[in-house]
């Protein structure tokens, strides 16, 4: 059974950083693609990050772009958002997700197979 668990989330104001972790359990994903949604309450889950199995591939949303940066160890079987210059509109449960093949863009939530049970990300103005 696969498990995906996401640290780093908190409460911080806008303007300031924090860095998200997503740990793989359960099986090796360090050879699939892996990425990051989020959902703010009343809204749909939107695509925020994606990265390649090999790290050489990133794809961001508009809103994010340039401000966050999705990275990954494999050989520690973890992806990383690193979300810097946050606004408050950047509020959401942040859900790290894995898949074993991906269309593109790859922005599609229901193209993904793996999730992980979501952390909170709240930035006060």
């Known amino acids: 059974q696969v498990q995906l668990v996401e640290s780093g989330g908190g409460l911080v104001q806008a303007g300031g950083s924090l860095r998200l972790s997503c740990a793989a359990s359960?099986?090796?994903?360090?050879?699939?693609?892996k990425g990051w949604f989020r959902q703010a309450p009343g809204q749909e889950r939107e695509f925020v990050a994606y990265i390649n199995w090999r790290g050489w591939t990133t794809y961001y949303a508009d809103s994010v772009k340039g401000r966050f940066t999705i990275s990954r160890d494999n050989a520690k079987n973890t992806v990383y958002l690193q979300m810097d210059s946050l606004r408050p509109e950047d509020t959401a449960v942040y859900y790290c997700?894995?898949?074993?093949?991906?269309?593109?863009?790859?922005?599609?939530?229901?193209?993904?197979?793996?999730w992980g049970q979501g952390t909170q990300v709240t930035i006060s103005s």
């Open positions: 997700t894995a898949t074993d093949r991906v269309g593109w863009p790859p922005t599609k939530a229901d193209d993904y197979r793996y």
């Open positions: 359960g099986r090796t994903l360090s050879n699939i693609p």
